[in-house]
């Protein structure tokens, strides 16, 4: 059962082939043997999710099913879940109980799909390797010496496992679209405001957004057909009629205009990768794509203005972790003071910190014109350079990450070089645009993501024109030895 896909996963539920308390039992045996090997899940939920197993056959047998139901699903652990534990991958939030669900989370239960667990996650998703989260790192299952990528590492390596059919992530500057390269699966950031991030623990707010990984571009349509949609408790949620996702799955690519930044192909991309890519510019030419060169200007300026924008953010969305409401509390504080500083000290990671740090001086008064409002107007620089380049093409392609899976402590002693494993992805969350990444081959063994990027609520037809690809292509299909 696990090697079929979601789509395949409802037919087979419609068809009555399988049961969800099947399906889902099945699941839970996968990850009781094998999760151990790559530790992506922080916490199992296995009788809540029997329980919506159960529910969601009766619903079905009353006629009442959705296009989900009955497809058990696995949650980041970002997003608040009603009585389990949200950690956010932070001794911080080790003991929070959340005592409400997220939006996304909400919409996936009346969707009627039971909740695997929670996955393993950079420590307030802070990371590109998934080495900082509280709960130890996520390995790659397609070679556990390395690194599943970050911040969403646990929710991608589940995918790639076989150990759920589809997860949860959040892209804030590459979150959802590195790990997935790394993975070999497939998954897409929307547009900002698509998804509501009520109940989403805030790193950027207005960086963060939350998207479905999955094994391929039509299961992440589904699941964003689930996810995506106004909220009145986001006030930067978009209000705009419902879309169906999978509208465009089959509109063929031929004479769609496909835009090649300059600024992608230059240097610091791998061989290996760099082939990768080749060979699917090629496979797109051979459907009718015909692919120009575009000009995205400042895009070299994107990492250095993203770690100006959201350290200052996560600065002010951290604060609210004093030991006093909720989260982890230092023992015996002497005073109000000690209790803040001590919670706090002893409470967060170290590039947490660094974060926190980084962001309060980028705001402080002396500093906040040279540092933060600069950042700002790169920002708008660089959206602008993506403005100009949708005149000319419908969709701009190139690679989501310059080098396959690395080594688990390869990067952990240079955060810069660390940060740059997000260069081709960081400038898409400055504008805000749509973007995915889908598997296109192997280097050394090791997958390699392609990535789409897309004009402002294009999401329908990055996935279309992904899809095409997929169906072509077996990438998409291929599991990780010993997870088959
Ligand atoms: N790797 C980037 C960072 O560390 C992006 C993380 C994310 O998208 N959440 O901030």
């Keep these: 059962m696990h090697e079929k896909s979601i789509a395949e996963l409802a037919t087979a539920l419609k ?22 090997a790559i530790n992506a899940y922080v916490t199992v939920t296995g009788e809540q999710a029997m329980e919506a197993a159960k529910a969601a056959d009766e619903a079905r047998a009353q006629g009442n099913a959705g296009p989900l139901t009955g497809v058990p699903i696995a949650h980041k652990d970002i997003f608040c879940t009603e009585g389990t534990r949200t950690s956010c991958g932070s001794k911080m939030l080790d003991n929070f109980i959340a005592p409400y669900d997220a939006t996304v989370v909400a919409r996936f239960k009346a969707a009627g799909c039971p909740i695997l667990g929670k996955t393993n996650m950079d420590e307030f998703a802070m990371g590109s390797s ?60 929307p547009t900002y405001g698509r998804v509501s991030r009520w109940g989403m623990i805030a790193f950027a707010s207005s960086l963060d957004q939350g998207g479905p990984m999955a094994r391929t571009a039509e299961d992440c349509a589904l699941m964003l057909n689930v996810m995506a949609g106004f909220d009145q408790r986001d006030s930067t ?62 895009s ?8 100006v924008v959201a350290p200052a953010e996560c600065s002010s969305n951290l604060a609210r972790f004093d030991g006093v409401r909720y989260g982890y509390r230092c023992e015996d504080p002497k005073d109000l003071l000690d209790l803040y500083m001590r919670s706090r000290g002893e409470g967060f990671g170290p590039e947490v910190k660094r974060r926190i740090m980084v962001g309060t001086y980028a705001l402080s008064a002396g500093y906040f014109d040279a540092y933060y409002l600069k950042a700002q107007k790169t920002r708008r620089l660089i959206a602008e350079d993506f403005a100009t380049a949708f005149k000319d093409v419908d969709v701009i392609l190139g690679p989501t990450a310059p080098s ?60 279309g024109v992904a899809h095409q690809y997929q169906l072509g292509t077996e990438w998409c299909r291929m599991a990780p030895g010993g997870f088959e």
């Design 130 to 189: 998934n080495e900082t989260s509280y709960y130890g790192p996520v390995k790659n299952p397609w070679d556990t010496e390395r690194v599943p990528g970050g911040s969403s590492g646990g929710s991608a390596a589940v995918v790639a496992g076989r150990l759920a059919p589809g997860a949860t992530g959040t892209d804030t500057g590459g979150s959802i679209r590195q790990p997935a390269a790394l993975n070999g699966v497939t998954g897409i950031k």
């Design 300 to 307: 070299d300026l994107s990492v250095a203005a993203y770690y």
């Design 237 to 298: 949620s978009i209000q705009r009629p419902d879309e169906d996702f999978t509208k465009r799955l089959n509109t063929p690519v031929k004479g769609l205009r496909i835009g090649l930044p300059k600024q992608f192909f230059g240097e610091g991309m791998d061989a290996g990768v760099a082939r990768v890519v080749d060979e699917a510019i090629a496979h797109y030419k051979g459907l009718g794509a015909e692919f120009v060169e575009v000009d995205l200007p400042h």
């Design 15 to 36: 068809d009555g082939e399988v049961s969800s308390v099947e399906l889902t039992a099945h699941y839970l045996r996968r990850i009781e043997t094998l999760d151990d």
């Design 404 to 463: 396959t899976a690395f080594r688990l402590g390869e990067k952990t002693d240079d955060p810069v070089t660390m940060y740059l494993s997000d260069i081709y992805t960081i400038a898409v969350n400055l504008a805000g645009l749509p973007a995915m990444s889908l598997p296109a081959g192997f280097s050394d063994g090791l997958p390699v993501g392609l990535q789409l990027i897309g004009n402002y609520f294009e999401e329908a037809r990055l996935l």
